[in-house]
């Protein structure tokens, strides 16, 4: 018995039976919580130098595994400073509020930001580490953003900051805590079509389902999990360019096809599916209409065992 190969099949297995049951909703938990059980890769150090047999060091690596998911905890007692608030509070306008009275165990959340004419450029930095995700409206025309969250799994904190006509958001989820059958964070963002949108998301485990066709996209940059990617871009800015890096994703990109398109992909065990694209050398592929379009859109997706979908409307 090689107990090395038993201790990965093992790992491997723990792994993906994890992922299948935060995304059936029966577990939650982020990669932060996860990064707080290194300690655990000392233990299981120690267990592999004890001088027993290996079926022995094979149970008391699952034993300290079991107990270290069941047993870890995190509490973010770290306090933000929020911009937004619900309808009733609309009347204070921009002030900033330390909102560490907030409620963690609220069904719903609003929060917003009022529509600034000098921003002309907007950076949304969105820790989605867990949840469904979703951009179905567009804002109203004195609005910046708007975010509606109903679940149970913590709230969000928003902040933000201006450098002459370009604004930074940051959206982070204020409680990570691992738990058992939750339900989960579901978030409804609406945005406004007047400036140029550029995206910082790191998504975990979460489902992504973006509609961008009606705004201008600058720069998305989204780092995943196991994770559902759903993202349709149009063609209002004259350059776009996407980075996705992804663990166990199913990715699935809608671009239009008065845009050229450039794609880099670096995967294994994928399934790819993206018509239109002609290959030029290993890993690099691109549209027929690449170098003569006005708009261009530049791909860029390394992921590992995932659906990899690019489809032209």
């Known amino acids: 018995m090689n107990f090395k190969k038993i201790f990965w099949g093992v790992m491997l297995v723990l792994i993906g039976t994890l992922f299948i049951l935060k995304n059936l909703g029966v577990i939650y938990f982020t990669w932060h919580t996860i990064w707080r059980l290194w300690p655990l890769i000392l233990i299981l150090w120690g267990i592999s130098l004890i001088p027993v047999k290996d079926y022995l060091k094979l149970i008391f690596s699952v034993v300290a595994i079991a107990l270290s998911v069941l ?3 995190k509490y973010d007692k770290t306090g933000y400073y929020n911009f937004g608030w619900r ?7 921009r002030e900033q509020f330390d909102r560490d009275d907030w409620n963690d165990t609220s069904e719903t959340q609003e929060l917003f930001q009022p529509f600034d004419s000098a921003i002309n450029r907007v950076e949304l930095k969105l820790d989605a580490a867990a949840g469904e995700f979703r951009l179905e409206e567009t804002a109203p025309a ?7 969250k109903e679940g149970s799994v913590g709230n969000y904190s928003m902040t933000s900051q201006d450098e002459y006509d370009v604004r930074t958001i940051e959206l982070k989820i204020r409680e990570s805590n691992a738990k058992i059958r939750t339900k989960g964070n579901r978030v409804k963002l609406g ?9 910082d998301m790191n998504i975990g485990a ?3 389902d973006f509609d961008l066709s009606n705004y ?6 989204l780092d995943g999990g196991a994770s559902a990617i759903n993202l349709k871009l149009g063609d209002r800015s004259d350059y776009t360019k996407l980075d996705i890096d992804a663990g166990a994703a199913s990715i699935d990109i809608k671009i239009p ?4 398109a450039e794609l880099k992909i670096e995967t294994a065990l994928s399934s790819k ?5 002609k290959k030029i050398e290993k890993g690099l592929y691109r549209t027929e209409n690449y170098e003569s379009a006005a708009k261009k859109i530049e791909i860029k997706i390394d992921a590992a065992v995932s659906s990899l979908n690019i489809n032209r409307y």
Request: proline letters at 5%.
């Open 216 to 221: 201008k996209v600058g720069e998305i940059d």
């Open 206 to 208: 979460a489902s992504i």
């Open 87 to 93: 309808d009733s509070d609309r009347g204070r306008n």
């Open 142 to 148: 004195d609005q910046l953003l708007t975010l509606f």
């Open 71 to 73: 047993l870890v905890q």
């Open 273 to 277: 599916n993206f018509p239109g694209f």
């Open 191 to 199: 945005l406004n079509t007047t400036p140029v949108w550029d995206f």
């Open 257 to 260: 096809e008065s845009a050229g």
